[in-house]
């Protein structure tokens, strides 16, 4: 297994790889991940020749038919595997073995943590980078009723860049804490939240869902809306929706309409939305 992009993509790889090694009794060929010690390669003991490779990827995947082939072979992850479904069933594994982390003091009860995603959604004026047009930035307006919504004793913004403008104003307008470390270390701050408001990202998704969060605020925009995956091809339908914990709160922010361009006149927008 050869990880793609950045920590939240690579422990949806990681998983995807050891359900399947788990169900057809292979072994699984898998780096480390610094901050998550059980996560390393398997050796099942059992030899296994390796007649042809099969390379799976996308999103979606037709997992049921992939365990159900006992035919040896080398299995490559290649993908991203955005799909809750995957995960559900192995929830106390991985949470609980697979992928727990360095012990962590969770924050108090009444305290809200708010992830802002900066940096690669953004397009720069004179950067010609295409941006994803389903990683949606959130308006001003969508954390603001959060923060509003109840008497907070600390709010807390993570990000990876603390001169994001949204950060700023978040800060100045709710005298937030501003934290802004290593990715693991922001992972860690996210992961051990009381109350925690998501932004569209997968690092985001999987710090909250391992958490023991109360609450997790959970913005219905880009790859989160099931209702814009299902304008996507079949291979690439995202749908992180966790349906069955009902720490999840939907909110769907005003104004996001089409696909994301990451431009300065979105930034405006959203900043005074």
């Known amino acids: 297994m050869l990880y793609w992009c950045r920590l939240g993509n690579n422990l949806s790889q990681y998983c995807i790889g050891r359900i399947i090694a788990n169900a057809l009794g292979f072994n699984l060929r898998a780096p480390p991940i610094p901050g998550f010690p059980n996560v390393h390669a398997l050796a099942t003991g059992v030899p296994r020749e390796l007649r042809r490779p099969q390379v799976i990827g996308g999103q979606r995947i037709d997992l049921d ?25 192995h929830k106390d594994l991985i949470r609980n073995t697979w992928l727990v982390g360095d012990s962590l003091e969770h924050s108090a009860p009444d305290e809200l943590t708010i992830h802002v995603r900066a940096g690669d959604i953004w397009k720069g004026d004179r950067d010609a980078k295409m941006v994803h047009p389903e990683y949606h930035a959130l308006p001003f307006s969508f954390y603001d009723n959060i923060v509003r ?18 950060v700023r104003k978040l800060v100045a307008a709710h005298d937030a804490e501003l934290r802004s470390g290593s990715e693991l270390e922001d992972f860690n701050l996210l992961r051990s939240s ?11 998704w999987w710090a909250g869902w391992l958490s023991d969060a109360k609450q997790i605020f959970f913005p219905v925009a880009g790859f989160f809306d099931q209702v814009r995956a ?37 930034r405006q927008r959203l900043l005074n939305s």
């Not at 907070?152 to 403008?165: C, G, Q």
């Not at 998501?198 to 690092?203: D, N, T």
């Not at 091809?233 to 349906?243: F, H, I, T």
């Open 65 to 89: 038919r992939i365990v159900a082939d006992r035919t040896p072979r080398r299995i490559i992850v290649r993908g991203f595997f955005q799909r809750y479904e995957y995960y559900r069933p």
């Open 149 to 166: 919504s109840r008497r907070w004793s600390r709010v807390r913004v993570v990000t990876e860049d603390r001169n994001d403008p949204m």
């Open 194 to 204: 009381s109350n925690l408001v998501l932004s569209v990202s997968s690092y985001a």
């Open 230 to 266: 299902r304008q996507r091809p079949s291979a690439w339908r995202q749908d992180l929706w966790v349906s069955d914990e009902p720490r999840y709160v939907a909110i769907r922010p005003d104004g996001l309409t089409g696909a994301w361009t990451g431009t300065e006149e979105e």
